[in-house]
């Protein structure tokens, strides 16, 4: 079992930046993907950056250039560097993990493990 917990979340204007932490616990040693996926008001959660043991990544559209997905894994952590906060950026962002070789084509009910997410909000 792999334990994850979100943090950094909270409120910044448009054009703002955000860090998102989420520590890992448990059997990390079985984790070869990590991801952060959103829950936006009116859409169904989406991944919108990937990373797999080989710190390959992968963004979604939206938000190419804009955030950076990196990890620790001395300390089993993961981090979504977020630039150039958008309001519809503004949603409950999550950590997730998983042993699968196929990382950035793994949605929501297919990761193992899931954490329980932190508030991002971005106003105009």
């Known amino acids: 079992q792999v334990q994850l917990q979100e943090s950094g979340g909270g409120s910044v204007q448009s054009g703002g930046s955000l860090r998102l932490s989420c520590q890992a616990s448990?059997?990390?040693?079985?984790?070869?993907?990590m991801a952060w996926f959103r829950q936006v008001a009116g859409k169904e959660r989406e991944g919108v950056a990937y990373?797999?043991?080989?710190?390959?990544?992968y963004y979604e559209d939206s938000v190419k250039g804009r955030f950076t997905i990196s990890q620790d894994n001395a300390l089993n952590m993961l981090y979504l560097q977020m630039n150039s906060l958008k309001p519809e950026d503004t949603g409950m962002y999550y950590c997730?993990?998983?042993?699968?070789?196929?990382?950035?084509?793994?949605?929501?009910?297919?990761?193992?493990?899931r954490g329980q997410g932190t508030q991002v909000t971005v106003s105009s």
């Open positions: 990373i797999d043991d080989d710190d390959s990544t």
């Open positions: 448990g059997d990390t040693v079985s984790v070869t993907c």
């Open positions: 997730v993990a998983d042993g699968t070789d196929f990382c950035s084509y793994y949605k929501w009910d297919q990761f193992d493990y």
